[in-house]
């Protein structure tokens, strides 16, 4: 069964840091990639981060490329997003979704990933 459960979020002021985390179950790492999204209230949900061990890529949205980093810890089956100098504008709910995509996944869509965590809440805010 595949599972992902997420932890990190909370609230932090601009320019902090958070570090998401999305623990992996019921799948091998190295066939599936890994990928971040985010859905601010009243918008779509939209491509963050992905990560594909299978092929040594990342991808990374324009909007947070130079402060956010993905990473995969496979001993620990858990992928992580290091989010820094948080901006207002990252305020949204946050998802890690799993997709069986071998080699290069290319800039993640959410139509391609069929396995969601929870979701957990990312407020940047003074």
């Known amino acids: 069964q595949v599972q992902l459960v997420q932890s990190g979020g909370g609230l932090v002021q601009p320019g902090g840091s958070l570090r998401l985390s999305c623990a992996a179950s019921g799948f091998s790492l190295d066939y599936y990639a890994i990928a971040w999204f985010r859905q601010a209230p009243g918008k779509e949900r939209e491509g963050v981060s992905c990560?594909?061990?299978?092929?040594?890529?990342?991808h990374y949205a324009d909007s947070v490329k130079g402060r956010f980093t993905i990473s995969t810890d496979k001993a620990k089956r858990t992928v992580y997003l290091q989010m820094n100098s948080l901006k207002p504008e990252d305020t949204a709910v946050y998802y890690c979704?799993?997709?069986?995509?071998?080699?290069?996944?290319?800039?993640?869509?959410?139509?391609?990933?069929?396995?969601w965590g929870q979701g957990t809440q990312v407020t940047v805010s003074s």
């Open positions: 979704a799993a997709g069986s995509i071998w080699g290069d996944p290319g800039f993640p869509r959410p139509e391609e990933y069929h396995y």
């Open positions: 990560i594909s061990t299978s092929a040594g890529v990342t």
